[in-house]
Structure formats: structure tokens, C-alpha cells
């Protein structure tokens, strides 16, 4: 099914939301969490992301991002996720994932088994900056609002502290005020 978000300013940031098929909640452990966190740094490095605020919770992940090619990199970044995803659930024997994640493969998605994501990331431009206040707040409180930590700063993964000015999980590319 294709997202009626589109893309349509370069390096403008966005906001995007990256969800795993039914809401199952696969980020629960460490080694999940560093998939993506490590998944992210490449992009980062390697691939031209801006990563301005994110936040990572069980089943999905919320971002502001900017690329000159953004759709590309996020698709990039989920094929890389959920091959690595897939990996490390058959090392550790959860067949009833696997079982969830061909269950939820779409009949069109004819050169695959599985589906870890759902389809789209439905980018949503940025259009001033209190919209982007609105959505960095947004992320950063998100794992308040579902009662996880009583600060967002005190989120291991989120960049609630680097606008802090405190060492953060990931290296991001702060927005100044």
C-alpha cells in the first residue's frame, strides 16, 4: 500500500515513525535496541542522515530526520533492520515471532517470508519551528505519557539528554532554539 506522505524538500527535517507489524514488541532487550542504534549510526555516518531527535520504545520508533534522499535511507535502514531483526530471533529460537512475522507478510510480497515493519514511515514535513518544538517535545515525552520513566531524560534511548547538554545514546545533530 502506498503512503500518501510524500517527500518534498531536501534536507527540510521530517518527521517520521518507524512501527513493527502488529505492534509487537521486539525492542524489549539490549540486543534488539542495538540493531537499531547501530543501524542509525550508519546511516548517519555513511548515508548523509541528520538524526536531530529520535526516540526507540518496544514496538516502534519515532524520528525528526533530514536527508537529500531520505526515503531512500529509511527504506535502506528497515530492510538492514529487520534482516538483522529476523537473525537474531531464529538465533534465539522465538519461533512464535517468526510465526507472527510471516503471518503479517502481505500476499503481494511475493520475494520474501517475513514482514518486520510496516510498510511506509509516513514522513511528515516540518514546516516551522514550532511544529518542530512540537514534535522533538512529542518524542521525548512519549515514554512518560506510557508511564516507562518519570522524566525523559531518564529514557536510555532518546535524545532527551543531549538537549540537555548531557551525553546522549546516539550522537545527533541538536537544533538550536
Known amino acids: 500500500m502506498r503512503s500518501r506522505y510524500k517527500i518534498f524538500e531536501l534536507y527540510s527535517p521530517y518527521f517520521i515513525t518507524c512501527t513493527i507489524v502488529s505492534w509487537l514488541p521486539v525492542f524489549t532487550r539490549k540486543k534488539y535496541l542495538d540493531i537499531i542504534t547501530s543501524s542509525l549510526t550508519f546511516c548517519q555516518q555513511r548515508k548523509g542522515l541528520l538524526l536531530h531527535a529520535y526516540v526507540i520504545l518496544d514496538n516502534h520508533l519515532h524520528l525528526v530526520v533530514s536527508s537529500d534522499s531520505l526515503s531512500q535511507v529509511i527504506r535502506d535502514f528497515k530492510r538492514h533492520t529487520a534482516r538483522e531483526i529476523l537473525i537474531t530471533v531464529r538465533e534465539e529460537n522465538k ?13 503481494h510480497k511475493n520475494l520474501s517470508q517475513y514482514q518486520v515493519w510496516q510498510e511506509g514511515f509516513h514522513p511528515q514535513g516540518i514546516t516551522s519551528e514550532e511544529i518542530l518544538w512540537q514534535k522533538v517535545d512529542y518524542i521525548h515525552y512519549n515514554p512518560v505519557k506510557l508511564g516507562l520513566v518519570e522524566r525523559p531524560q531518564d529514557w536510555r534511548y532518546s535524545s532527551a539528554r543531549n538537549y540537555l547538554g548531557e551525553q546522549g545514546g546516539l550522537e545527533i545533530d541538536l537544533i538550536e532554539p
Open 95 to 107: 519461533t512464535w515471532l517468526l510465526k507472527q512475522f510471516e503471518y503479517n507478510k502481505p500476499g
